[in-house]
C-alpha cells in the first residue's frame, strides 16, 4: 500500500511550487508534475495522479535513446562476431572504400533496396579478375545490412566443406542453419577443391539456399564464359543453379591489390631513402 502511495505521489524539488489550480508545477519548465483523475474520480483516497512535465519527459527520452543505442551496438557486435569469420572483414566498410570500384554503387544499391532485393529473392554474382574489389564490397555490403541489425553470414566453400567434413552426422542442420540468414555471402567460389564429394556438397548448399528462398552472394574469380560452359555435368548444374539465381555483375578495372602492394613499396623507399614521408 505504501509503495503504491508513494508511486501516486510527485516527487517534489526544491523549486517545485504549487499552482492556482492546486497542482505541484516544476520550476524550470513550468509545466504540472501532477494531474487530476478524470470526473472527480479518486484512487486511494488521492484526486490526482503524477505528470511528467516537460523536464522529466526529456530526461526519460535520453536515458531511452541511450539504452537503445547500447542495445544496438551490441547487437550489431554480436551480428559481426557470428557473422565473420575473419574479424578483419569488419573493416570492409563503405565508409573505408577509396570510391574507385566502378561498382561501389551498384553495391549501395543493393543495401537501399535491401527490402526489395530479399522479397525477390535477388542475389548477385560478382565476377572477375583477382583483385577488383568482389570480396570488399560484398563485405561492405555485409556490414551495411549489419548495421541495420540483418543477420548476415559471410563464408567461403573452403570453410564450409571443412565443416561439414568434421560434424557428418550434423551436416543437414549446418545447412540448414547456413539458410536462415537473410543473406548469405559465398567468397571466392570456384576456388574450392573439386572432388566428387566436394561438388556433391557444393550443389546441395546452392541448392537448399535456392529452395530456402533468401538471396546469396557469390564473389569468383571463375569467368562468365566458364560459368556457362562448364567442362562437366557436375559442375553444370552447380552453374546453372547458380546463375539462376544470382545475376552477374561483372567487375572491372586494375588489380587493387597490386595498387596497394606498390604504393607501400613506394612508401618503404622513400623511409629507406631519408625522406620525409611515414610508412603506414
Same mark, same amino acid.
Given at each position: 500500500?505504501?509503495?503504491?502511495?508513494?508511486?501516486?505521489? &510527485?516527487?517534489?524539488?526544491?523549486?517545485?511550487?504549487?499552482?492556482?489550480?492546486?497542482?505541484?508545477?516544476? #520550476?524550470?519548465?513550468?509545466?504540472?508534475?501532477?494531474? %487530476?483523475?478524470?470526473?472527480?474520480?479518486?484512487?486511494?483516497?488521492?484526486?490526482?495522479?503524477?505528470?511528467?512535465?516537460?523536464?522529466?519527459?526529456?530526461?526519460?527520452?535520453?536515458?531511452? &535513446?541511450?539504452?537503445?543505442?547500447?542495445?544496438?551496438?551490441? &547487437?550489431?557486435?554480436?551480428?559481426?562476431?557470428?557473422?565473420?569469420?575473419?574479424?578483419?572483414?569488419?573493416?570492409?566498410?563503405?565508409?573505408?572504400?577509396?570510391?574507385?570500384?566502378?561498382?561501389?554503387?551498384?553495391?549501395?544499391?543493393?543495401?537501399?533496396?535491401? *527490402?526489395?532485393?530479399?522479397?525477390?529473392?535477388?542475389?548477385?554474382?560478382?565476377?572477375?579478375?583477382?583483385?577488383? #574489389?568482389?570480396? %570488399?564490397?560484398?563485405?561492405?555490403?555485409?556490414?551495411? =545490412?549489419?548495421?541495420?541489425?540483418?543477420?548476415?553470414?559471410?563464408?567461403?566453400?573452403?570453410?564450409?566443406?571443412?565443416?561439414?567434413?568434421?560434424?557428418?552426422?550434423?551436416?543437414?542442420? %549446418?545447412?540448414?542453419?547456413?539458410?536462415?540468414?537473410?543473406?548469405?555471402?559465398?567468397?571466392?567460389?570456384?576456388? *574450392?577443391?573439386?572432388?566428387?564429394?566436394?561438388?556433391?556438397?557444393? %550443389?546441395?548448399?546452392?541448392?537448399?539456399?535456392?529452395?530456402? #528462398?533468401?538471396?546469396?552472394?557469390?564473389?569468383?574469380?571463375?569467368?562468365?564464359?566458364?560459368?556457362?560452359?562448364?567442362?562437366?555435368?557436375?559442375?553444370?548444374?552447380?552453374?546453372?543453379?547458380?546463375?539462376?539465381?544470382?545475376?552477374?555483375?561483372?567487375?572491372?578495372?586494375?588489380?587493387?591489390?597490386?595498387?596497394? &602492394?606498390?604504393?607501400?613499396?613506394?612508401? =618503404?623507399?622513400?623511409?629507406?631513402?631519408?625522406?620525409?614521408?611515414?610508412?603506414?
Amino acid at each position: 500500500m505504501n509503495a503504491t502511495f508513494s508511486n501516486m505521489t &510527485a516527487a517534489p524539488e526544491p523549486e517545485d511550487y504549487t499552482g492556482e489550480d492546486g497542482l505541484l508545477y516544476c #520550476g524550470k519548465c513550468r509545466k504540472p508534475k501532477e494531474s %487530476y483523475f478524470p470526473e472527480g474520480k479518486t484512487l486511494f483516497g488521492r484526486d490526482r495522479h503524477p505528470a511528467e512535465c516537460d523536464c522529466q519527459r526529456k530526461i526519460r527520452e535520453e536515458r531511452q &535513446a541511450a539504452e537503445e543505442r547500447r542495445r544496438h551496438l551490441d &547487437a550489431v557486435e554480436e551480428l559481426k562476431r557470428r557473422g565473420f569469420p575473419d574479424q578483419t572483414m569488419r573493416g570492409w566498410t563503405f565508409e573505408n572504400d577509396n570510391g574507385q570500384n566502378p561498382q561501389t554503387a551498384t553495391a549501395r544499391r543493393y543495401v537501399e533496396e535491401w *527490402e526489395r532485393e530479399y522479397a525477390e529473392n535477388l542475389g548477385c554474382l560478382f565476377w572477375g579478375s583477382v583483385g577488383t #574489389g568482389k570480396s %570488399y564490397l560484398a563485405g561492405c555490403i555485409a556490414n551495411a =545490412l549489419m548495421e541495420k541489425e540483418i543477420p548476415v553470414y559471410m563464408t567461403n566453400f573452403a570453410a564450409i566443406l571443412n565443416d561439414l567434413a568434421a560434424s557428418f552426422e550434423g551436416r543437414n542442420e %549446418y545447412i540448414s542453419r547456413l539458410c536462415r540468414y537473410p543473406l548469405l555471402i559465398i567468397d571466392d567460389f570456384g576456388m *574450392e577443391r573439386g572432388t566428387e564429394y566436394g561438388l556433391e556438397q557444393v %550443389y546441395n548448399v546452392i541448392d537448399s539456399r535456392y529452395r530456402s #528462398g533468401k538471396p546469396l552472394i557469390v564473389t569468383t574469380n571463375l569467368t562468365l564464359q566458364e560459368l556457362q560452359h562448364p567442362k562437366d555435368t557436375a559442375h553444370a548444374r552447380i552453374y546453372d543453379r547458380l546463375i539462376e539465381m544470382c545475376p552477374p555483375v561483372r567487375f572491372t578495372g586494375g588489380n587493387f591489390r597490386k595498387g596497394k &602492394a606498390q604504393s607501400k613499396l613506394e612508401r =618503404l623507399k622513400t623511409l629507406l631513402a631519408g625522406g620525409k614521408e611515414n610508412c603506414l
